[in-house]
């Protein structure tokens, strides 16, 4: 069974940081290209920043020099660094993990609340 637990999301104020952490079990972790989405109130799910299992990163405009995506393949683990966090940060975060072999199989966690306010 295949699970991607994420954790870490909270209250922030405005210019705070928080880590984002999603562990994954029940995959060939380091095979697998992993991602951060989210879903804000009233709007479509997003791609904020995506990492393949190479290492190549790609993010959101919105959040470039802000966000950082990393992995770590020993802990089944990959992690979002949220720097100066706006309010319109402000999401359900989720985490995502994709692999396209003879076919595409995709994954995604239950989400983690993140809210960016004074």
């Known amino acids: 069974q295949v699970q991607l637990e994420e954790s870490g999301g909270g209250l922030v104020q405005p210019g705070g940081s928080l880590r984002l952490s999603c562990a994954a079990s029940?995959?060939?972790?380091?095979?697998?290209?992993m991602g951060w989405f989210r879903q804000a109130p009233g709007k479509q799910r997003e791609l904020v920043t995506s990492i393949t299992s190479g290492g190549s990163t790609n993010y959101a405009d919105s959040v470039k020099g802000r966000f950082t995506i990393s992995r770590d393949n020993a802990k089944n683990t990959v992690y979002l660094q949220m720097n100066s966090l706006k309010p319109e940060d402000t999401a359900v975060y989720y985490c995502?993990?994709?692999?396209?072999?003879?076919?595409?199989?995709?994954?995604w966690g239950q989400g983690t609340q993140v809210t960016v306010s004074s």
């Open positions: 995502n993990a994709q692999i396209l072999t003879f076919v595409r199989k995709e994954y």
């Open positions: 029940g995959i060939i972790f380091s095979r697998y290209d």
